[in-house]
Nanobody
Framework: QVELVESGGGLVQPGGSLRLSCAASGSIFSIYTMGWYRQAPGKQRELVADITSIGSTNYADSVKGRFTCSRDSAKNTVYLQMNMLKPEDTAVYYC???????????????WGQGTQVTVSS
């Protein structure tokens, strides 16, 4: 059993900052890529940022220079520091982890439950 638990969402004014956290727990053998997707009302889920096990990062063009994705591998945790937030960043943010669970030979994607981020004055 693997679980991803997110925290850190909320309401913030335009130009403000938020930090999301996502901790993976359970019967984990190895975690590869961790990251964040988001889904705004009426839109498809989109990749925001991710980070590999060796620290290589990838960002959506819309968040480059404003968001930073990092991870603490010892804690199986991924973070998303969001600065200079805009109203268009409003969405439910989902963390994910591509990992191999103990007792399994293949990797799979696991998802968090989602956390709401609202940017509004």
């Amino acid at each position: 059993q693997v679980e991803l638990v997110e925290s850190g969402g909320g309401l913030v004014q335009p130009g403000g900052s938020l930090r999301l956290s996502c901790a993976a727990s359970g019967s984990i053998f190895s975690i590869y890529t961790m990251g964040w997707y988001r889904q705004a009302p009426g839109k498809q889920r989109e990749l925001v940022a991710d980070i590999t096990s060796i620290g290589s990062t990838n960002y959506a063009d819309s968040v480059k220079g404003r968001f930073t994705c990092s991870r603490d591998s010892a804690k199986n945790t991924v973070y998303l520091q969001m600065n200079m937030l805009k109203p268009e960043d409003t969405a439910v943010y989902y963390c994910y982890a591509n990992l191999r669970a103990r007792g399994f030979s293949r990797r799979n994607d696991y998802w968090g439950q989602g956390t709401q981020v609202t940017v509004s004055s």
